[in-house]
Structures are given as structure tokens and as C-alpha cells.
């Protein structure tokens, strides 16, 4: 079964330093793997995909995300955190098979501190 | 533009009432979805829909019917609504299938079941 995993409920980073949210993954084959940011009371947004290539992918609102095969892992990174990237993030996987259906995270809430 | 949209925004029924959520989405994409949101538990998959006059079931079906009769429109309805149902409902929609393809969300009908 594939699966991904987001080991920190809560990341806290002050404003102006970098910030890191983890997503581990658990798939059977190539790996199709999204971040999205959810703001409160709002639908999802798409911020970027890892698909093949680059292991550095980079996306909306100066975040990216590094896929490494050998740890298994898609972090999204950002190098200056801002007030604004207070969100809840979820890291997805999209089946390669029928539907496009995604395995979603439980969600990372990321408060970024003045 | 648009994208996708949902109605209502709000809800509170009365458990053993029935109702329906509305999506459209002017993308004109092929696949459809719906999601619940729960604290903690990410999103997960209702019903989804790979084309007009198409449903098939997700990972949590039970109590949810939908239908696909436009195919810019996919409905997800309540029989006899149950306190188990509450949760923020999400529409989302993608192109197609396929595992590189990002899936464009909804804003989320906020349903409280008393």
C-alpha cells in the first residue's frame, strides 16, 4: 500500500529562518508526490510535485522540496520563513494507477513566529 | 476564475435529515472528488468520479451517496445524516488521472450533524 507519513503535528520557526516540514513516503514503484498548503478556512492549494529529474523541485511562495530516494523522504523547505506561511501543509502521494486517487498526510501545522 | 466551487459554505442538520453538496468546476476537468476532513486524520476519500455519468466508492463510502449527470458537476449526498458526519467536506478535481497531475481543491462546506 502506498502511504505517507508527516511526523510532526507542529513545526514552529521564527520569521526570517529557515523552516522545515518533514513527509516520509512509502510506495510501490516511481514516486508521484505533492505538497499542499491549506489556509484556515480555505481549500487546499497545490505548491509543487515531484514527478522525475531534479531532486530539488521548486514551487509557489519561494517553497521546495528535496526527494531523496534513499531516505525516502520529500521535505518542503524554505530558506526565509514569513508570517504569511502560517498554514496547515500536507504532503500527498498520487497512485500511478487507476483514478489518480491521493494518500494524503494527517498535516503539519507550521506557525511562524514575528 | 472560478475553479472549484462549493455550496453551501455552512450547514447544521438534524441527525436522521438529508441533504446535498453541491461542486462545480469550470476547468473542465475529467475527474472529480470528494474528501472529509477530520482533526488529525488528514483527508480522506469519500467518492470520486472519472468522468461524466461515473462514480465509484472511496475509502470511507458508507452513508454518502454521489452523482456525476454533468461533468462539470459532482454532488455528494446525506440520506439520514448522523453526528459521525460532521466534518469539512472537500471537493477537489483534476485534469485527469494521471499520477503527476495536481488536484485543484474547493473551499469546503463546514457540516455540523446535532
Known amino acids: 500500500a502506498q502511504s505517507v507519513a508527516q511526523p510532526e503535528d507542529q513545526v514552529n520557526v521564527a520569521e526570517g529562518n529557515p523552516l522545515t516540514v518533514k513527509c516520509t513516503y512509502s510506495?510501490?514503484?516511481?514516486?508521484?508526490l505533492f505538497w499542499y498548503v491549506q489556509y484556515p478556512n480555505r481549500g487546499l492549494q497545490f505548491l509543487l510535485k515531484y514527478i522525475t529529474g531534479d531532486n530539488l523541485v521548486k514551487g509557489s511562495y519561494g517553497f521546495e522540496a528535496e526527494f531523496n530516494k534513499s531516505q525516502t523522504s520529500f521535505h518542503l523547505k524554505k530558506p526565509s520563513a514569513l508570517v504569511s506561511d502560517s498554514a496547515l501543509y500536507f504532503c500527498a502521494v498520487r497512485f500511478n494507477t487507476n483514478a489518480g486517487k491521493s494518500t494524503f498526510g494527517d498535516g503539519t501545522t507550521l506557525t511562524v513566529k514575528p | 476564475n472560478a475553479g472549484v466551487t462549493q455550496t453551501p459554505k455552512f450547514r447544521v442538520l438534524k441527525t436522521g435529515q438529508s441533504m446535498t453538496l453541491l461542486c462545480a468546476q469550470d476547468m473542465n476537468h475529467e475527474y472529480m472528488y470528494w474528501y472529509r476532513q477530520d482533526p488529525g486524520m488528514g483527508l480522506r476519500l469519500i467518492h470520486y468520479s472519472v468522468g461524466e455519468g461515473t462514480t465509484a466508492k472511496g475509502e470511507v463510502p458508507d452513508g454518502y451517496n454521489v452523482s456525476r449527470l454533468k461533468k462539470q458537476n459532482f454532488l455528494l449526498g446525506l440520506e439520514s445524516a448522523a453526528p459521525s458526519q460532521t466534518s469539512v467536506y472537500f471537493c477537489?478535481?483534476?485534469?485527469?488521472?494521471?499520477?503527476?497531475?495536481?488536484?485543484?481543491f474547493g473551499q469546503g462546506t463546514r457540516l455540523t450533524v446535532v
Open positions: 510506495v510501490s514503484g516511481n514516486p508521484y
Open positions: 477537489a478535481s483534476s485534469y485527469n488521472g494521471g499520477p503527476n497531475t495536481e488536484a485543484f
